[in-house]
């Protein structure tokens, strides 16, 4: 909201300067997002700064359409060159020119420019520069007479400052200027002057009710409404004073009674809608509910369509204003209007801005309605609207009153405990002084020696309700800057849960290996289920989806990250980056029974092309099968969990064969593999990508293991032995090594192969495989014939259970 | 026997001829010189028996004494050659050694992640817990037990992402309702932190992503005040931001009351100071109390929430909020 200062220092009395009290505003609670100046700034060197100039000639800019360069004379001995992009400007005008060192309407200073190669010694203004328009057309033209050189200063009116105002959506009330002036007197003190609110002499003939009926037939949605009628009405132009206060406040000047309703508006904050009565059905006002379909042709020239939980003011055929929001053509005052009926109304809040909302229609009118007026308010504005038609229309005001108001519950009044107000804000604050705060609020304070018993004044009835209310308006009066800053004393007792641990532990562990984290969108297409290749019936097509989603693009929450991330890649590959290791940890959405969803976390990572450190001396290798597996089992193995990979999966999106589950302690943790190529081709992603899954809930299930016990294999000597088996390829090597550790006992510590070699020398059909053997017994030496005798039977398993052949 | 030589002239020339020795080859030379079999020192001791009875001990004597002065010597020099030579092959193994070393390569969290950790070990230091809730929530623990009432403006479908078949259900707008499930799941004293996503529906701009990140804080306890907020609000930013001015102006929020605005001062590139707004906080509303059924007359408490985007936009001096959801590695490997 724009809050003209003048304006307001006729209401109330604060000797604050502009800066002072925009700050003393922000600081309880009535934020000024910024402050303007409305003309040329008052500073030391503004009156020199500012010009009138006569532009000589204006030429094309050599290197810009829409630029011109001109010859303006400023007075000074020579002319000077400024280039200006108006559409507007052109060689014999009269202009108002800001010179290098002219402080703007926003504060900034002006300064010498080149545009397009081209140096400008200075700016030719429009009203918009000069924060005296919301938009102009192009450079304010002025009159020939003025002579090239005189001070802007003493052409223009004289400068005001205006505060741009954030209002909170509880303080309707401070959505009219005096409602501000009520506010500036009670954060400052300073002396409020009551509104005149002296009603005209009612001179016309008859009485309201001789000219129009009013009918309310809805008044859940329109608590109170009022209607007065006006005679010997002259349309015309406003006065100077109320035009620019207008246009400080931001709206346009139409004619002087809509200029009115406007002005009241702005003073007041209660909208006024001002009918042409001899163009009203009837004449007749209907408060109802449109109907359904029910059209209307708005201000504007649209029509728009109702429905029918939309409010209308309707005369006796048809709507003629969208209540409280938007009047229609038919009925608005113009030209040749002599009788008006002026309406003061209190809408229910959120049916306008359901209406609002439904329409896509939002206006001064309807930005005050939807935070509630009180049904105070409208007699108030009604009494000012009429005198100003009064005064500036020559209306005469027929006697009587259209006033119908649905009853009400008087709020009573609320207890204010001076011990409460110490519990909630931690700083005690005399009773005197919370009075005194209230009271300069406008409310009726019974002072007591625990307790205040404070009645609300009309206007803060919607927004002050319990007492916490009023423990907020004392403190915020007081000063939160004045409270101190204290740590609460707690005890700690804090840890992360196990599952936070596990996340927190994968995700350091992929950094250390290389791997960046992304975050991506968890809203993904419906369709990456079918880029995916899941089957028709598998479980993971089952989605959370939005309802209004924004696009089809972000229509269902994501089951997989394997997506999310696959794009990202494609992302990278389209920009050139052929190599990557990119990880994210985050939650996919089940739907579950409760309408809600289970929300399981997993960490995914793909590895690309041929990620890692590449060096003069070091070359990476492409990914593969086994850079997934690895990658899990050491994801695993960070989090405490050991982790094997096992053949045999069938996951649609992976590579047929070149894929593994990830087990621990008989619970699938994973998943690792190489990304099928179809899969990569509907994500238009260049290959080798291998992917790893892992599932956090099951991580964190299968957990660290117990403490590890130590075993003595330092006190005794510990033998290696070495086997060479050809074995069929189709054995893999993890039965292998279980079928030798099944059969080496507890003497043999630990089997594994150290290599893996088929081709030249290895008959077709066989791999061989170079399978170590460590032997010891914890706290005692092994004889030569114990040794062999593992060793041995490691043998003898492998030839009988899985056709193994010795090599020598 | 041509008599005894002279031990002493012997143990002289042996010595300087050793440490004369250019090399470990004429080290050699000198070593059988003088203590091979047939140096003269050698056939020496190994005559003693033919010697008088009365010679033989001093002969013997002086004869090992000559030996251990030979020997040490030798010792000594083969040492010094040794230390040479392997100072010269080491001097001649030459490596420019300001060519890359191996690389360990190194990942990067995400800017957001890298702000939640730094945020969480704040208030776990403070004795917090990191709570935890779901997305998909219900317009209840999003809306109406915050008192944000059924017909707000926030509950629309312009602002307010809904889930398909569900009565009000939708993606959570804020944290927030994680202080309803906390508060829901046991009596206070309550001190919990919730980092997470939050959804609104804007569409994408630079400055605008309907998935962003929130961290909520609640804590409720006996005797808690708005000096606590301020000094909780105070030491975290200050933690966090370095140290710098805090600025809580009121504002309204429907779930507190008193409710703040929090900003902190900020010099951007260009060298202009300015407050920043960072949080939204205040006093717990005793609605919201009453709503989880815990009595506003004998607790009190005060809860906060910030942008982590905001934060890590802020720190890292990012224009576009676009960039935290792409994965373009360009990105987010700076952040390592």
């Known amino acids: 909201m724009k809050l003209p200062l003048e304006w307001l220092r006729e209401h109330v009395a604060v000797d604050l300067d502009d800066a002072a009290l925009a700050d003393r505003l922000t600081a309880t609670g009535t934020a000024v997002e910024r402050t303007v100046t409305r003309g040329i700034p008052v500073t030391q060197g503004n009156r020199e700064a500012f010009r009138i100039g006569k532009v000589l000639t204006a030429e094309q800019h050599p290197d810009a359409d829409r630029l011109r360069v001109l010859s303006v004379d400023t007075g000074d001995d020579a002319p000077r060159q400024i280039v200006c992009g108006a559409p507007n400007v052109a060689a014999g005008q009269t202009v108002a020119v800001a010179l290098p060192g002219a402080v703007m309407p926003g504060g900034q200073k002006l300064g010498k420019a080149k545009l397009r190669g081209v140096e400008s010694l200075g700016m030719v203004l429009s009203e918009s520069e000069l924060e005296m328009a919301e938009e102009s057309e192009g450079i304010l033209v002025l009159g020939d007479d003025l002579a090239a050189g005189t001070p802007v200063i003493d052409v223009l009116p004289p400068p005001g400052t205006i505060l741009e105002l954030e209002l909170t959506p509880n303080r309707g009330d401070c959505q009219g200027i005096y409602g501000i002036a009520r506010e500036v007197h009670a954060i400052t003190g300073a002396a409020l002057h009551d509104l005149d609110t002296a009603p005209p002499p009612e001179d016309g003939p008859g009485q309201v009710g001789d000219y129009v009926s009013l009918r309310v037939e809805a008044p859940d949605l329109c608590p109170r409404y009022m209607a007065r009628v006006l005679l010997d009405v002259t349309v015309g132009p406003s006065p100077d004073w109320m035009v620019r206060r207008l246009e400080a406040a931001g709206m346009r000047s139409i004619n002087n009674v809509v200029d009115i309703t406007n002005y009241v508006m702005l003073l007041t904050a209660q909208p006024l809608h001002a009918f042409d009565l001899d163009r009203l059905a009837g004449p007749a006002i209907v408060v109802r509910r449109a109907g359904e379909g029910e059209r209307i042709v708005t201000l504007d020239g649209q029509e728009r369509t109702l429905g029918g939980d939309h409010l209308v003011i309707a005369d006796a055929e048809k709507p003629a204003v969208i209540a409280g929001i938007f009047g229609a053509e038919f009925a608005e005052v113009g030209e040749g209007t002599t009788r008006v009926l002026l309406e003061a109304a209190t809408f229910d809040g959120p049916s306008i801005i359901r209406t609002s909302l439904g329409l896509g229609l939002r206006t001064e009118s309807s930005a005050r309605f939807e935070k509630g007026q009180p049904t105070d308010l409208p007699p108030v504005a009604m009494a000012i609207a009429c005198r100003l038609m009064h005064e500036l229309a020559g209306a005469s005001l027929v006697p009587g009153v259209l006033d119908e108001r649905a009853p009400e519950q008087a709020p009573g009044p609320i207890t204010l405990r001076h011990a409460r107000v110490a519990a909630i804000l931690g700083v005690d604050i005399a009773p005197a002084e919370s009075a005194e705060i209230l009271g300069r609020l406008g409310c009726t304070v019974e002072q007591g020696a625990d307790a205040h018993v404070v009645t609300v004044p009309w206007w803060r009835t919607a927004d002050l309700v319990r007492e916490i209310d009023l423990v907020e308006e004392v403190g915020r009066v007081h000063g939160f800057d004045r409270i101190p800053a204290v740590l609460p004393r707690l005890e700690a007792r804090a840890s992360l849960s196990p599952q936070q641990k596990v996340v927190r532990r994968l995700t350091r562990y992929a950094c250390d290996q290389g791997l960046s984290e992304a975050i991506t969108y968890r809203f993904v297409p419906e369709a990456d289920a079918d880029r995916l290749h899941l089957p028709a019936d598998d479980e993971r097509r089952r989605v959370v989806r939005i309802g209004n989603a924004l696009s089809d693009e972000m229509a269902v929450m994501r089951r997989s990250l394997i997506p999310g991330l696959l794009r990202a890649v494609e992302r990278n590959q389209a920009h050139q980056r052929r190599d990557g290791a990119i990880f994210e940890v985050g939650r996919t959405y089940i739907p579950a029974a409760d309408g809600l969803a289970d929300e399981p976390e997993e960490i995914t990572a793909l590895l690309f092309g041929a990620p890692g450190a590449r060096g003069w001396r070091q070359a990476p290798a492409e990914v593969d099968v086994w850079s997934a597996t690895g990658l899990g089992i050491g994801l695993a193995a960070s989090v405490g969990v050991h982790a094997e990979a096992v053949a045999g999966v069938k996951e649609p999106w992976l590579h047929p064969v070149r894929q593994a589950r990830l087990t621990a302690g008989g619970i699938v943790v994973g998943v690792a593999g190489e990304v099928h190529p179809a899969v990569l081709k509907a994500f238009d992603v260049k290959g080798p990508v291998v992917a790893v899954t892992l599932r956090i809930p099951a991580l964190t299930q299968v957990g660290p293991e117990e403490p590890r016990r130590y075993v003595d294999l330092i006190s005794v000597p510990v033998s290696t032995r070495d086997l060479a088996v050809l074995v069929p390829e189709t054995v893999t090597a993890a039965h292998v090594l279980d079928v030798a550790r099944e059969a080496g006992g507890d003497l043999l510590q630990r089997a594994e192969v150290f290599d893996h070699y088929a081709g030249d020398q290895v008959p077709e059909g066989q791999v061989s495989l170079a399978v170590r053997l460590t032997i010891a017994e914890p706290g005692r030496t092994l004889t030569d014939e114990e040794i062999d005798g593992v060793t041995e039977r490691a043998v003898a398993a492998l030839r009988d259970q899985v056709g193994a052949e010795l090599r020598s | ?308 985007d905001r934060i890590a936009m802020i720190r890292h001096q990012i224009s576009d909020i676009r960039l935290l959801y792409e994965g373009d590695l360009r990105f987010l490997e700076q952040f390592s």
């Open chain 2, 1 to 308: 026997m041509s008599g005894i030589p002279d031990l002493t002239a012997l143990a002289q020339e042996a010595t300087a001829a050793i440490s004369d020795a250019p090399d470990l080859e004429a080290l050699e030379s000198a070593r059988v010189r003088f203590l091979g079999r047939k140096a003269p020192l050698t056939e020496l001791l190994g005559s003693i028996g033919t010697l008088p009875p009365e010679e033989r001990g001093r002969v013997g004597k002086e004869g090992n004494a000559a030996r251990r002065a030979i020997e040490d010597a030798l010792a000594a020099r083969r040492d010094a050659l040794e230390a040479d030579a392997m100072g010269a092959a080491l001097e001649a193994d030459t490596a420019d050694v300001t060519l890359p070393g191996n690389a360990f390569p190194l990942g990067a969290l995400h800017p957001i992640t890298q702000v939640a950790l730094e945020v969480e070990e704040i208030f776990l230091g403070m004795g917090y817990s990191v709570a935890d809730g779901p997305e998909v929530e219900t317009g209840f623990n999003n809306f109406t037990a915050l008192n944000t009432p059924e017909g707000h403006p926030a509950r629309s479908e312009s602002d307010t992402f809904f889930i398909e078949g569900g009565d009000e259900v939708l993606l959570r707008t804020q944290t927030s309702p994680v202080q309803i499930r906390t508060m829901q799941s046991g009596p206070p004293p309550v001190y919990v932190i919730a980092p997470g996503t939050v959804y609104r529906r804007d569409d994408v701009d630079a400055t605008h992503s309907p998935m962003f990140h929130q961290v909520e804080g609640l804590a409720v306890d006996e005797g808690l005040t708005f000096a606590h907020l301020k000094g909780t609000i105070e030491y975290f930013l200050t933690r966090l931001l370095g140290d710098r001015d805090v600025r809580v102006i009121p504002h309204f929020f429907p779930f507190t009351e008193p409710s703040v605005d929090v900003s902190v001062s900020w010099t951007d590139r260009n060298g202009r100071t300015d407050w920043l707004e960072v949080a939204g906080a205040g006093m717990v509303d005793p609605n919201v109390f009453a709503n989880v059924g815990y009595d506003p007359e004998r607790w009190t408490g005060f809860a906060f929430g910030f942008g982590l």
